[in-house]
């Protein structure tokens, strides 16, 4: 089998006359876990629905599993394991019906669907669960039996839009630990994730996407260096006059500054010798922290700090 798993060129996704997708390129190789990241209306679920055969590709290529993507796409479909946005569970059934009526989707006997049920809803901590009825779950074990379900059919592309999305942080500890698990496995997976931290941890490699395109690509730690510098300082309680004089003053470093709130964010390398000299010119207020830069920092660099509808 190829390497690649997802190859898509100048995707385009269409409501109408909006462009909700602009000719986007990718590709997600074997085995990898792959990021789709970017604000509300990034364009990320709409391409998605069209790795998943949902939806129709608008114009551009799409290929999954070596297969054209499009709604008829059954020989893709089987292969896919699916934990869309919104959990689409049947309240009205039971944790374990949820499971094996999906299993039957994907062609298991009711023995196996049984068995693999069983498995996946002790892989996901739910087994104490499995005959309650899902109305009667939490929003973490709803997402969690969302994403046993969709390992029923043994999918060879886990595709995860926004799994951990309003879980506490037990229950995203555990979810990352199976995507890991999953991962070692040779499970090829496409994430989504407002979380930074979370793609941080958990991409290989990564996207960006706003209003539909696609802003950088790279893995975590190359983006964080090429973006926005491995360092920065961050200064709160910062007036305009401060931090006019601050960034004025750090013209001449290999540094560059951005401003959130009221603090002053200082990024790039040589952080020592920058804090040194702002001491030394009295420019520094008494608080501030230096700390890794992160993918949170790049993602607001890329897409900016404006809120979005
Ligand atoms: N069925 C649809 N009909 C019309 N417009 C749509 C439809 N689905 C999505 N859109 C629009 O396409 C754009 C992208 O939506 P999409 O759901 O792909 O964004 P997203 O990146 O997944 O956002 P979020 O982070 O909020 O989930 C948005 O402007 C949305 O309103
Ligand atoms: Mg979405």
């Not at 995203?172 to 994430?191: A, H, M, S």
């Not at 983006?223 to 961050?234: A, F, N, P, T, Y």
């Not at 007036?239 to 601050?246: G, I, K, L, W």
Request: hydrophobic share 40%.
């Amino acid at each position: 089998m190829s390497d690649t798993v997802v190859m898509a060129k100048r995707l385009v996704k269409r409501f109408g006359a909006f462009e909700a997708v602009r000719g986007i390129d990718f590709t997600i190789a074997l085995g990898e876990c792959f990021g789709l990241l970017g604000p509300n209306g990034a364009g990320k679920s709409s391409t998605i629905r069209m790795i998943c055969c949902l939806t129709d590709v608008s114009q551009g290529t799409l290929t999954v599993l070596g297969w054209p993507a499009h709604p008829g796409q059954r020989a893709v479909k089987r292969q896919l394991g699916v934990v869309a946005q919104d959990d689409n569970l049947d309240p009205s059934l039971t944790v374990r019906e949820n499971t094996e009526i999906h299993g039957r989707f994907y062609g298991l006997d009711s023995c196996e669907a049984r068995r693999r049920s069983d498995e996946l809803l002790a892989f996901m901590q739910l087994e104490g669960r499995a005959n309650e009825q899902v109305r009667a779950l939490s929003g973490g074990m709803r997402r969690r039996l969302v994403i046993a379900r969709a390992l029923m059919g043994n999918p060879r592309l886990l595709i995860l839009d926004e799994p951990t999305t309003g879980l506490d942080p037990q229950a995203r500890l555990l979810v990352w630990g199976k995507i890991n698990e999953l991962k070692r496995q040779g499970v090829t997976i496409l994430l989504t994730t407002h979380y930074m931290d979370e793609a941080e941890r958990l991409c290989d490699q990564l996207v960006v996407v706003d209003h539909g395109e696609i802003l950088e690509r790279g893995s975590p730690g190359d983006l964080i260096h090429r973006v926005v510098g491995d360092d920065c300082l961050e200064v709160p309680g910062v007036d305009e006059r401060q931090a006019r004089a601050m960034a004025q003053f750090l013209d001449d470093y290999p540094v560059w500054t951005d401003r959130q709130a009221d603090s002053l964010l200082v990024y790039g390398g040589q952080m020592d010798e920058v804090i040194d000299q702002l001491h030394w010119k009295n420019l520094l207020p008494r608080t501030y922290y230096r700390r890794r830069a992160s993918l949170e920092d790049v993602f607001l660099k890329l897409t900016g700090r404006e809120l979005r509808d």
